[in-house]
């Protein structure tokens, strides 16, 4: 008999913290995936699908940009630099058919950019993978989905995407104190880590965001922007004596007089002994090299 109770003691203690334990993993908030190095530049936008209004929530952009930073596999998109961003994200949230639609769009056009890029044979089997999870979420009850879609502006093609689902009753409120970069609840990222419909939305685009950056030789083989080269500044030239501004690489008809000393700038034609150059008033003609310095 003592046996038997000590049995079942032991199986009840076992059972509660087997329960416990699958407690604490369900209630668990995701962590963000974390990079060495950025791919690139990223600029956030929303898409037509934004679950987010009838959850009481506003933008997932600012939340976007706290994981970006989190993360370090982006840097923000400063539009002070005038220069474009590397890439385009953009995020959509609602039903799990409308967030997979926007999806498998993604999906098909990052695999024929990838197959064209070559980055497909480097990613092998991974690259399939990592893009066919995008599918088959489940349909359970009170559930949100959310998906990001990243398009390169360099090449007009999508290059990696996302998509996951988050259960509602899998958080408690206030469960958003595991993030630790969510701390300040200032703003819009406020909303996705004060409130149930927050947080629910916000597990799911950064399950989805880290199953974006999984895709890291689809992100690294895009084109970057480069910086067109500043040309250089035209060299200048100086009237060395009084002379003429002719209309033809002939001393015939004039334009104007040059006085000695007048600084003009060649316009990068030469014939013979002449240059074309421009006077600082726009006049353009030509001046024997001769008369210049």
């Keep these: 008999m003592r046996g038997s109770l000590s049995f079942g003691l032991i199986l009840a203690v076992s059972l509660g913290t087997t329960a ?6 369900k209630d668990q908030l995701p962590a963000v995936t974390k990079c060495e190095t950025s791919f690139g530049s990223v600029a956030l936008t929303d898409g037509d ?4 209004n009838e959850m009481g929530l506003g933008s997932p ?3 976007l940009a706290a994981v970006v930073a989190e993360s370090g596999c982006f840097t923000m998109h400063s539009v002070a630099s005038g220069q474009p961003a590397n890439f385009l994200m953009t995020a959509v949230a609602g039903s799990k058919e409308e967030v997979d639609k926007t999806v498998e769009q993604a999906k098909g056009a990052a695999i024929q950019g990838l197959a064209r890029s070559g980055a497909l044979s480097r990613m092998g089997g991974g690259a399939f993978g990592a893009l066919g999870a995008l599918g ?6 009170k ?3 959310a998906g990001l879609r990243v398009l390169s502006p360099a090449t007009g093609m999508s290059v990696a995407s ?6 509602k009753t899998n958080f408690t409120f206030g469960g958003a104190g595991g993030w630790g970069w969510a701390s300040s609840a200032a703003g819009g990222l406020g909303q996705y880590t004060g409130s149930k419909n927050g947080i629910q939305l916000a597990t799911a685009f950064i399950k989805a965001y880290n199953m974006v950056v999984s895709q890291g030789a689809a992100l690294s083989a895009v084109p970057k922007y480069a910086a067109p080269t500043a040309p250089a500044a035209p060299s200048l030239v100086t009237a060395a004596i009084d002379t003429q501004l002719y209309a033809g690489p002939t001393k015939g008809a004039t334009v104007r007089a040059l006085r000695a000393g007048t600084t003009l700038t060649p316009t990068g ?9 421009k006077d600082n008033f726009g006049t353009t003609g030509w001046a024997s090299v001769e008369d210049m310095k």
């Design 269 to 277: 034609k030469r014939e013979g002994l002449f240059v074309e150059v």
């Design 162 to 167: 996302g998509s996951a689902e988050s259960v």
């Design 136 to 141: 088959g979420l489940g349909g359970k009850k």
């Design 20 to 25: 416990q334990a699958a407690e604490k993993e």
């Design 49 to 52: 699908t934004q679950a987010w």
């Design 61 to 63: 952009r600012e939340l």
């Design 143 to 145: 559930t949100v989905n």
